[in-house]
């Protein structure tokens, strides 16, 4: 209320300045003519002034401002996978059991096309993801989450992430998993229903890194290519991958 008090003050007394102002105009020239033709111009070119600030001006300023902050949130996403997003893509596909199926899919090309990209994705909404626990090193990966515990809260922090709720799902999967396995003593002696609910808390956080993995190397192809070739050389996917250029 108080900001909109002072808003009605400002607004009343700029009125009655303006009056002031037409009256000792009035007093001084005694044309009336002169007054009424200058502010009905005045006025009429307000509708264009609206026209330009908050339809065009405003748009462009907002359109850039919006490439900003999505620039700075693929930042955020590349510093995720280079910490931690890769490697939990490269440690889950391994217990992948049907992952044959679509693993050479999964090796992008230089050449791909937006085309491409778009089938891959459709390709994976589709696909069974699945995880062999009993395969899973839990002691490893707790301790391998637990370590990066303190990355993950700060990219949660970030107001970036605002822009992008798909990846906020992403990390908040990626969090709930680690305080899973932090929350458990013994991580190797758990009974079998256990066992299925840490399956299913890997499983979410496996297919939102996926999906994202693959956005992710669409975004660097279509504006880094030296990240992109990088990417390619250390595909999660390839197992004959190498940053070593051949």
């Given amino acids: 209320m108080k900001g909109m008090r002072w808003q009605i ?3 009343l007394s700029l009125v ?21 033709i200058y502010m009905i111009g005045d006025i009429a070119f307000v509708f264009i002034e609206v026209l330009l600030v908050t339809l065009i001006i405003h748009q462009l300023l907002s ?16 510093v995720f996978f280079s910490e931690i997003g890769a ?9 992948d059991p049907k992952l044959e199926k679509i693993k050479q899919e999964l090796i992008v090309r230089p050449n791909w096309s937006e085309k491409e990209f778009s089938a891959l ?3 994976l909404k589709s696909y069974d993801y699945g995880v062999e626990i009993e395969k899973v090193e839990l002691e490893y990966l707790r301790g391998f989450l637990i370590g990066k515990r303190d990355f993950l809260l700060r990219l949660l922090e970030n107001p970036n992430l605002l822009e992008h709720e798909s990846f906020t799902e992403l990390l908040r999967a990626v969090f709930h998993l680690t305080e899973e396995l932090q929350g458990r003593e013994d991580i190797n002696q758990l ?14 956080a496996y297919v939102l890194l996926v999906q994202h993995w693959l956005d992710y190397m669409k975004h660097l192809k279509d504006n880094y290519p030296y990240l992109f070739s990088l990417a390619m050389r250390t595909n999660p996917f390839d197992q004959s991958g190498s940053p070593i250029v051949r």
Avoid: C, Q
Avoid at 16 to 36: G, N
């Fill in 9 to 11: 003050i400002l607004g």
């Fill in 16 to 36: 009655v300045l303006s009056v002031i102002f037409y009256f000792i105009h009035y007093a001084i020239f005694r044309d009336p003519h002169h007054i009424f």
């Fill in 63 to 78: 359109v850039r401002e919006k490439r900003a902050r999505l620039e700075k949130l693929n930042m955020v996403i590349g």
């Fill in 87 to 95: 490697g939990l893509v490269t440690y889950f596909s391994d217990f």
């Fill in 121 to 123: 994705s459709k390709r």
């Fill in 191 to 204: 009974p079998d229903s256990d066992y299925d609910h840490l399956a299913g808390d890997i499983k979410r």
